[in-house]
């Protein structure tokens, strides 16, 4: 078993000098924030998730989430740590404080839901999914809808879900065939759904279903779709449970990875029909949807980034302690620990590097959402919009793809031991594997990329940000600053070939869609390792040791292995987006 | 559960076209693989591979082997499938004839060996341990010991195994313990053995281990290490089965994958210790077994071609029946096959691209193999012998990496369904994680080839595949000959850095020998693929049309795409290697 220590100093470092938290702090509403305050929060979420959290992910993919008789049991020791997680209030940390929420702002409660995935990633879909449907009813629901809901799923005691998926309605959500038929107050809700994550089971005393469906006579696909509120227990007037609602889960999954979280199979109204009620109007669940789905996706971009902590620190601990051959430049020397073996060092290093780029982006792409939501000039707000809106698909797809391959890397260090279950590392590679697929797979984020974000204003978020970022490395005298301005120039210049490509031809600029994705990440995740090695020099010039002089002077050694080992993967995808799209749609279907 | 059909077509462009089988067939002792031969012999062990192998992978994988009272049972089919491998005499195909072997060239058996591989890694573990005893004992052994063992072991009905690794003994052979007294016309053995691959089974008659294992008073490291033949049943001089030997299975492992593979931990001599018999000399154990490796290690490589193999047709087939979304460039039309959509159209492309670059790589290394064998002159023989030395850690680092990377790609292309363990996709990204790990790291094939086959001979072998490369490319007028030219020259510049650092600062030239490796063999692929492309060309030229000719349309698309696509990445491996090393080191143990 492997211990999780928050990695408290680099949230730090990234939340003050590259995210730039005093600023987050200033914005109506998140006063609250102080240093002192975020220091607490940060150091008391550690301990939880190392003390509590982190102890029970080898046992709970080991036992697995069981389904007996038509009753989910998570795995021991889950349902008392959902009740400390409740207790201590950590559900509602950036919810609104008028039912409950702590007003905290996004930024902080993302270095916080980092430690949460780190420590146990199974656990931390339970609130992951909550949080998506308070987002939904706060920005959708009615005032009685909120009043009656939004309390008890802020606090935790009620836990939510996402029903969107059903067999063959997958990506294509437009395909969900579930019904529902208005009656009074309500509507009566049949249908099956599939992959629902945290579905059923015995932590939350009642669990509120977000489920699409389509009205009888609703328009096909998308645009045929509603949003309707399915709790499993029905509230009575008083705010108690009431009825037991007619709908059940038929069965869990056997899953590769993620074993503790229940993925469930759902049935709507079996019986006389599930009682819903609808979010927002008839035909307008897509657009509800979509904020739960928002979010959620910078959300499992953390997971990714958190996996690869938790990989990376199990992978560092190992090496430090496996000894193993000599140092390769001695022929008779003792045997080193293998973290001295400099290809060991490549790969530990590879996982640092990348993930600190990774957590730099999300906790931005983060403080970019409370400048959406609380800057106090709407042009400040639609500027951060737009950012937000363009960095999503880049947080859920590129922290997912590197949170696999940084797990991978972890197998890798351990060796033999590494394919052995009982070392841990292996849990990791499984569990990671689910991210770049759910929340709408990396495939389909490279294409909402390419048509929403960047074809449809015309290349004008992606130019705000293209220009921010030449700007901020003319402006830096370092290695990693020139490397990232080189880097630059491929992505001007695929932007440009996507901006025409897609104009005119759709399929193409889809078939480049991932590499151009790629390749943006990879020099923002440069970029924003030049701020932070950047920020550091201007520390360590300044006299400054915090939280000391060798952990600055860290962080520049690791954005340089950045700009010399990851960064130049940048010109690799800007060829396979610019030249490869055509050979990849050359080839007829037939002989593949 | 998924199908497995052979690539005969490919198989045969690439032993015809690329390897040039006529050129083996010719060599002196070959003289029966004719292309009818050869065919059949395709066909049957694809027939095998299909019916009996592949439709025990799954439910292999879900059973598992078991260990009980000492007792190791295969899954269900197991024994039965390992009768007809032994019946059909498919183990005895590239040994020698004098002790019943079928004589065909290696390269002829690596590409059944693939069959094998891609419809049953689990099983396929069996006769490739029992090769590479074969191999050892036939370089090796003497006289009676080769008609004591071959006949059984070439046959299958004794299956082999190698103990090298210890607990404290991985990466570090040289650190073993197991302890050889001599007494009498035998040794005395005892110690652990760990990760001893179908160590203990029920699948064959006897099982005779090759163990690694210290005389008293031998050198400390590796240059006292000799190697044993410990049978678990001791031979009569009847070659009848006599006594049991004193060695037990402990325990067999929990693994991420090759769960039908049954791993065990060996205690030897426990009571009395295990009866050996000394191959070779005393303290030269490393050199026999260094003989079974090096032949593992193609083998291991081809095993990462295979998993290529079965992943992309399980991917293919579920993206030509899955329907889901309507083209990209279409708003009303009806729901598609994925298979249309240009990012899946990629996933797919890059699936096949890049594992019939490894297909050639792996062919090209076995005919070196059987050139090194059995060239008439002996300048000949010794100019394969370096070309294979220089090949295998390419083979075995880059075809595992890249079956890794392929079977998670498979996974992504079922979206939700590949994360379920029912579907079959997850298996193989499972099985593929152990390639990377086993028969030497990837980290130590990229040190073997920096220290023992560039630097030794000064990076004469390199320049010799370097200039075959520079002058084939030369003299083809294609796109991807172009690109593959341009590849080279951060390939040659890479060499001579790695040539120069090596001579002064093995540290720092270890730091770049795996992107030094990755950047060698993604050329050495395009290079192969340019060839390959070349040749479809000249088929088509010359109005051939086998096996037709849409076939080879194809192949020149595909070769087009690995150029645009993958063969890019060769200049980030080639940074890294350069560049990257220096960073790589920076940072002190205390600051990972």
Redesign the interface.
């Known amino acids: 078993m492997s211990d999780y220590n928050a990695p408290i100093a680099d949230m730090h470092f990234v939340l003050r000098e590259v995210v730039g938290l005093d600023e987050i702090a200033a914005l109506p509403g998140y006063e609250e924030a102080t240093p002192d305050l975020v220091d607490a929060v940060l150091e008391e979420a550690g301990r939880l998730a190392r003390d509590v959290l982190a102890p029970l992910n080898q046992s709970g993919d080991r036992e697995g989430a069981t389904f007996e008789n038509g009753v989910v049991r998570t795995a021991a020791g889950f349902p008392e740590a959902y009740q400390q997680f409740v207790d201590g209030g950590w559900g509602s940390l950036p919810f609104d404080p008028e039912y409950g929420g702590q007003g905290l702002p996004w930024t902080v409660a993302t270095a916080v839901q980092e430690m949460w995935n780190a420590a146990n990633l199974s656990f931390s879909l339970a609130p992951l999914l909550t949080q998506g449907a308070v987002e939904s009813l706060q920005t959708h629901g009615t005032p009685e809808q909120k009043a009656t809901y939004l309390p008890h799923m802020i606090s935790g005691r009620w836990s939510g879900t996402m029903n969107l ?1 059903e067999p ?1 309605a ?3 959500v ?2 969900l065939k579930a019904r529902a038929v208005k009656q009074g107050d309500h509507y009566l809700i049949t249908g099956q759904k ?2 629902i994550t945290w579905g059923e089971h015995d932590c939350a005393e009642n669990i509120i279903h977000m489920v699409l469906a389509r009205t009888p006579d609703a328009p096909a696909g998308t645009r045929g779709i509603s949003l309707f509120i399915v709790p499993k227990f029905l509230p009575k007037a008083d705010g108690t449970l009431g009825e037991r609602n007619d709908l059940r889960c038929v069965s869990l ?5 993620i074993h503790a979280s229940p993925t469930a199979i759902m049935a709507y109204g079996d019986s006389s029909g599930a009682i819903g009620y609808l979010v927002g109007a008839e035909n307008r669940g897509m657009e509800c949807m979509f904020t739960m789905m928002n979010n959620a996706r910078i959300s499992v971009g953390v997971q990714g980034l958190a996996i690869a902590e938790r990989a990376y620190q199990q992978a ?1 601990d190992f ?2 302690e496996r ?3 000599r ?3 001695s022929r008779d020397g003792p ?1 080193v620990a293998i ?11 590879t996982m ?1 590097a990348t993930l600190e780029a990774m957590r730099a982006l999300a906790y931005v792409a983060a403080a970019a959402l409370d400048r959406a939501k609380r800057a106090p000039d709407e042009e400040a707000r639609a500027a951060a919009q737009a950012r937000i809106d363009l960095l999503t698909p880049m947080v859920k797809s590129w922290l997912t793809d590197c949170g ?1 391959e940084i797990a ?1 890397l972890g ?2 260090i351990h ?2 031991m ?5 070392t841990g590392a ?1 849990q990791h ?2 569990d990671a ?2 991210l ?3 929340e709408g ?3 389909i984020q ?2 909402d990329l390419m048509a929403r974000k960047l074809l449809r204003d015309k290349g004008a978020a992606a130019a705000t940000l293209l220009l921010e970022m030449r700007s901020d490395v003319t402006a830096i005298d370092s290695p990693e600053a020139k490397a990232v301005g080189e880097a630059l120039i491929d992505l001007d210049a695929a932007t440009d070939w996507m901006l025409e490509t897609g104009a005119k ?4 600029a ?2 480049g ?3 151009y994705l790629r390749l943006f990440a990879t020099v923002t995740g440069g970029w924003l390792m030049a701020r932070s090695a950047a920020a550091a020099q201007r520390l360590l010039d300044a006299g400054e040791a915090q939280p000391d002089r ?2 600055l ?2 962080k520049i ?2 954005a ?2 950045y ?3 990851i960064l ?2 940048a ?2 995808e ?3 987006t610019m ?14």
Chains 1, 2 share one sequence.
């Open positions: 998926t063959q997958g990506s294509d437009g395909a599939v992959f999954e056997h899953k590769l990875g560092r090496a430090r000894v193993q051959s140092a390769i430049d045997g973290i001295q073996h400099p290809d060991v060092r490549r790969m530990l290093m640092k696999c991978s197998v890798q060796g033999g590494g394919f052995i279950e009982e292996a590679y499984r594997r689910i770049p697929i759910y797979t990396n495939g490279a294409l031809d759709l399929r193409l889809a078939a869609a991932t590499p060798s952990f002077e860290a050694q690791t340089r292995f700009a010399d080992n130049p993967r010109s690799a800007a060829a396979a030249r490869g799209a055509y050979s990849t749609l050359a080839l007829s279907d037939a002989h593949l």
